[in-house]
């Protein structure tokens, strides 16, 4: 089962995926830490990725897909913020996708609140202009707590949430 979150930076896609792995006991992947050292340096002084920043990334991410494939899959945690990214992700046709969603000032302040993360606060906006809210998979507002959104998201998957969860 490959299973990828997206949303825009502070929705939360690091605490999803990763309660969505542990649940179904598949390997986490935080895409942020796939990022080639020329882009966290860019982030790093607030400057937006482009599109050219963000293919070799990308293609990094569309080969560990690929290799989980091969396993019992993976959770990955990405903004693939354009349907162009997403494209590049989609190594097979049944990929489970999960989008967060939620609103700006929400973000913001999750945001503010982050410490060590290159992502800077001010990009937010950059986020936003760039994002192109696909048409498919599940759509979750953040607004839920953590277990609400784990439990919506196992039902989009067609597994039982556990009782110790």
Known sequence: MLIVITGVSGTGKTTVGSDIADTLGLPFYDADNFHPAENIEKMSLGFPLNDEDRLPWLQTLADLLTKSEQTDGAVIACS????????????????????????????????????????????????????????????LNICKTPEEMLAEALKYLGVPMRSDK
């Open 80 to 139: 693939a913020l354009k349907e162009s990214y997403r494209e590049l992700l989609k190594v097979q046709e049944n990929i489970f996708w999960i989008h967060l969603k939620g609103d700006r000032e929400l973000i913001w302040r999750r945001m503010l609140a982050r410490k060590n993360h290159y992502m800077k606060a001010s990009m937010l906006d950059s986020q936003f202009a760039t994002w192109e809210e696909p048409n498919y998979g599940l759509k």
